[in-house]
């Protein structure tokens, strides 16, 4: 992962965006000028991995809203909510193991199940 910025001719640039390189192919996530985000998914060939486009409109914020307001209304009603957490314990590991292999992996494999399994 870089943020630096290489000096690519104008049709070859895109908006505020992320993109990852994996071992199967690649992820574009790039802003559009409509407020909506763009997902190109590109599989390597022979990888299984289905080429993809689609727009969709950013939710991160209302989602973990929602989230918290479903599981404040199960505790108030006493049932078990059976939303999984992603903010347990585990999921900020996965998130730390993302973030490790990012800053030290220097271009090499990292299998993100070994990073978090001796945790």
Known sequence: MSFACPNI????KSGNGLFITCLNGSVLISSLP??????????AEGSG????????K??????EIGAFGRAIACAKK???NDEENWGDVRGGLWDIAVIEALLTSQ?????????????
Do not use: C, F, Q
């Not at 409509?34 to 599989?43: A, D, E, P, Y």
């Not at 271009?107 to 945790?119: C, F, N, Y």
């Open 107 to 119: 271009g090499s494999e990292v299998v993100l199940e070994d990073a978090i399994s001796s945790a």
């Open 9 to 12: 001719p104008s049709e070859g």
């Open 78 to 80: 006493g049932v078990e």
């Open 58 to 63: 950013p939710s991160g914020v209302e989602a």
């Open 49 to 56: 991995v289905k080429n993809e486009l689609r727009e969709e």
């Open 34 to 43: 409509n407020g909506k985000l763009s997902i190109r998914v590109t599989g």
